[in-house]
């Protein structure tokens, strides 16, 4: 399927004959009064900002009536949106776009999208997602297709009221950004994050086995050269059991040290981090049309499930000629 552009014809198509507002999540309409809105009526960006609305019939007549490029409405919550006054609370999210995972094993070019690197996206957020559960104790997430990546939406009271600078520790212990920093009895680090299974070296442990895995041979490392990379690629088979000590000593310690540290500093990247520490962020409004792709964003009932090519295609584009 190929992901185009939605003229303004298929656009306005959609919202008039397919769009519901049933389909606009609850933990939006239940707080639209608190929340800003954002359009994009001509493909340039969201300009036109800073727009409330009383109830979810408002918002019904606008969006059948102006068919927009894009729609986007607030994380945060709000005592005056139109003036994006008097900050309650931002729901804490991630943002895994699967054109820009640092690591693809697609052929797509720089920009693009396809079936695989979407797949992979997906395995970001469900990797991400078991973090969230079982290593930070969160319960009310949302999860979004925002019709070229994911969005995870977060409402717990423990996350909306966290600072940016927070937000932003949480990113590097969920991407595995920073290598432990695990010591022996001298004081010298050893970088055995593998010989620790609990808490954060466990997860930077299981983070770096999945990038090592989706590693290329054009992919980019920081510091590593070609024939290191090669050497990585022909070893890793090792870490499908676990063995890292083993992987550690074809590798060379120097040369793994080398390893792991450029991908510490690459898994940074596999979430805009930008996103997640924006208190006042805009998101692209679920149920709505994204134009560059003709896909919708679309809330997600059950993950594991989900396919973009099934549940995120307007009928329009079936229609297509």
Excluded at 238 to 244: A, G, H, M, T
Excluded at 283 to 298: A, D, G, Q
Aim: hydrophobic share 35%; with cysteine; charged share 30%.
């Amino acid at each position: 399927m190929k992901l185009k552009p939605a003229t303004s014809y298929e656009r306005k198509l959609y919202y008039e004959e397919e769009w519901d507002i049933k389909n606009v999540p609850n933990f939006i309409i239940d707080s639209i009064t608190s929340r800003e809105f954002g359009f994009d009526h001509y493909g340039q960006g969201p300009n036109d900002r800073y727009k409330t609305f009383i109830d979810k019939q408002r918002l019904k007549r606008f969006l059948k009536t102006k068919h927009p490029f894009a729609a986007y409405s607030s994380v945060a919550f709000y005592k005056k949106p139109e003036k994006r006054g008097g900050w309650i609370k931002s729901e804490l999210v991630f943002d895994v776009d699967a054109k820009d995972i640092p690591i693809r094993t697609c052929d797509c070019a720089e920009g693009n999208i396809c079936e695989t690197c979407l797949n992979q996206a997906k395995e970001i957020v469900l990797n991400i997602d078991d973090i969230l559960k079982e290593d930070f104790g969160l319960k009310d997430i949302h999860y979004v297709y925002s019709g070229r990546g994911y969005h995870i939406r977060i409402l717990d009271e423990s996350a909306t009221s966290m600072d940016s600078n927070m937000r932003g520790q949480i990113v590097q212990y969920v991407t595995g950004a920073n290598v432990p920093d695990l010591k022996n009895d001298k004081g010298y680090d050893k970088l055995q994050h593998f010989s620790v299974d609990i808490g954060y070296p466990r997860r930077f442990t299981e983070s770096v086995k999945y990038t090592i895995n989706h590693l290329t041979k054009n992919s980019e490392l920081e510091n590593v050269n070609q024939k290191l990379l090669n050497d990585v690629i022909k070893n890793r088979q090792v870490l499908n059991e676990n063995q890292w000590g083993l992987f550690r000593q074809k590798i060379g310690p120097i040369r793994y040290n080398k390893v792991i540290n450029a991908i510490a500093r690459i898994n940074m990247g596999i979430t805009d981090t930008k996103v997640s520490i924006d208190l006042k962020r805009i998101l692209r409004l679920p149920s709505t049309l994204h134009s560059k792709v003709s896909m919708k964003s679309t809330l997600i009932k059950n993950i594991e499930i989900f396919d973009p090519f099934d549940d995120a295609v307007p009928k329009f584009v079936y229609e297509r000629k």
